[in-house]
């Protein structure tokens, strides 16, 4: 009698093992289901519409944005200004040339008194002489607040640049690189890698205040 009821329960056992686990396939597939659906088809699901619908949907919307301002922000990275320059710029490393004779001149100007604007764009500029650079100038007024940091390059005809060299910055508002190199007659133009803090006006026409110091190359 005993071997029959142990075999009743242990029958009982396995079905009852059976019918949880049966329970618990449909149980994952109904979550799996649930969880695919959006907040729209599983209102509806549960017999939302019309007007109701809208308000629920409407209240869901606004507890995520809620839950969303809530969470903490990570701080915005600051733009380093050299990224996009260095993508742009195809340096040529020039040495450094010792400074010749003769009187330093400021032999290249785009500049005046007029108020100024930020986003110049580069500074066109042309010589008929070979001239040993020893200063660079891009002006950054910037409403006030000038400039933390930047380079600046010669770009030439062909495309290539000078530089870029690391500027230095002067009273808050002069970004200053000082090449120290022999420069060939020709077309070049200022590049300066922070363009949206360079000083412009319509006097410029648009082209960012800049100035080069340097002297002629004679008896060549």
Known sequence: MSKVISANKNESLRIQTFLMSVSLVFLML????????????????????GKELQDELKKISDEKAKLAASKPQPAPKKADVFDTFYKVVSPLYVDEVAEPAGDIERFMFVGNDFEMFN???????????DYWIQEVWTYHWNGGKGIQEGQIAIKMADGNYYGPWQGEVRNGVYLVATPKIILPAGNYEVIDSDPATWSQNKETNGQGSAWINGKAIINQ
């Open 30 to 49: 109904f979550t799996f289901t649930a969880c695919g659906k959006t907040d729209e088809e599983r209102l509806i699901d549960d017999g939302l519409k």
């Open 119 to 129: 986003g110049g764009t580069s500074t066109p500029f042309s010589t008929s002489k």
